[in-house]
């Protein structure tokens, strides 16, 4: 059974940086897209960066500059720097993993939480 695991969140102060990892156990063939997620209370979850084996990159147009997303498709790795964040970064964040076979599968770590402030 395949499980996302994430590391990497925390508190830090405005401005401050933080970088997230999430790494796949179990059997998975290569995710074609590898991306994050974040849900803060009382607003759905947002898609804030993606990536795609092929290395196209898509991003929330308000982490545009600050966030870059990277991954090890040896490891069956992604990771999230997220660089001069703010208070409104604050929020659970969830990697995924779309991977295309017969069908479309979808993988889901548990969340890590993430806050900005000072």
């Known amino acids: 059974q395949v499980q996302l695991v994430e590391s990497g969140g925390g508190l830090v102060q405005p401005g401050g940086s933080l970088i997230l990892s999430c790494v796949a156990s179990?059997?998975?063939?290569?995710?074609?897209?590898m991306g994050w997620f974040r849900r803060t209370p009382g607003k759905q979850r947002e898609l804030v960066a993606t990536m795609s084996s092929g290395g196209i990159t898509n991003y929330l147009d308000s982490v545009k500059g600050r966030f870059t997303i990277s991954r090890d498709n040896a490891k069956n790795t992604v990771y999230l720097q997220m660089n001069s964040l703010k208070p409104e970064d604050t929020a659970v964040y969830y990697c995924?993993?779309?991977?295309?076979?017969?069908?479309?599968?979808?993988?889901w770590g548990q969340g890590t939480q993430v806050t900005v402030s000072s």
């Open positions: 179990g059997t998975i063939s290569r995710p074609n897209i």
């Open positions: 995924q993993f779309q991977v295309v076979g017969s069908r479309v599968s979808y993988y």
